[in-house]
Structure formats: C-alpha cells, structure tokens
C-alpha cells in the first residue's frame, strides 16, 4: 500500500502545465498569467490631472481673484493654458493645464461674472494627481497567480499592454 506522499508524488509525477497562449487582453478574462511580472509599457496616469472638481491656478497667485479662461474636462478639448491672474474650471480627472500647479476645490471658491476668488492661497501641488502617480513607465508590475478579473483587465488596458501570454 502507497503512503500520501508516495501517491501525491506520483500523482504530481504525471501532471504538467497546460500550454501558454498569447490572446488579446479583452480575452484574457479568467485566463492565469503565465508570467509573475511585467513591465509598464507607460505611466499611469499618463498625464498629471485634477483629484478634485474645482479650478486649475498657479499657487504663486496667492489669493488674489483671477480671471476664468475655460475649462478642463475628462476626455474634453485640451484647455488653454493657465497665465498669471487666470484659473481654468476643471473636473475630476481632467489633464492639468499647462501653468497650473494646483487645484482649489469648487468648495473653497466663488465664481462670478467671470472671476473666480479663492478663500486661501492653495500649495503648490494641492489636488494635483501627478503622471505616473500609480505606476511609472519601466516598473515592474506583479501578475496575479489566479484567473485576471476586470479590474486586472483594467490596470491592463491602462499600462498599454495590448495582449498577454495566459493559460486556461
């Protein structure tokens, strides 16, 4: 009579790894990875944008009131840029407009008349999720050792990996 380990070793003797396969990431869903790691093919965010809804500015404005030149939006037309004495409206998301160095939240402005005023100075920074911020361009990223759910799917298809080598 075999002992468990003599029957799991025999067991394991006899088994080998299903074949790898390169598949679009759209179809890696429920697949498992065949490798442990990859690297970030780009930044993620790739590029430096608001955390909170509220107006785009230079912190070096200070306080003083500013004129409102447009706006930022997720996904929008690129939004003009931020000179001194001017602010741009933007939502969450939005790429920072160039000149800009912090976000004031819509909570602690008034806009009126085309002029937005701020209750303090904001910190350079402030509100201001930068480029690479989750993930630098070149860095190793772990794989998941169980079938990829939606949200790898995601982290995916934001690193700019267009295909992947899985097994079933």
Known sequence: MLTVDEALARLLAGVRPIQGERVAIADALGRVPVADALTAAADVPPFANSAMDGFAVRATDGADARRLVGESRAGGPPAPSVEAGTAVRIMTGA????????????????ESNGTVVVESAPAIGRHVRAA????????????????LAPSAIGLLAALRIPELEVRR
């Not at 160039?98 to 008034?110: K, M, N, S, T």
């Open 132 to 147: 690479g911020l989750d993930v630098r361009q070149g860095t190793s990223v772990p794989l998941p050792r169980r079938p």
């Open 95 to 110: 790429p920072m407009p160039a000149g800009a160095d912090a976000v004031v939240p819509i909570e602690e402005a008034r």
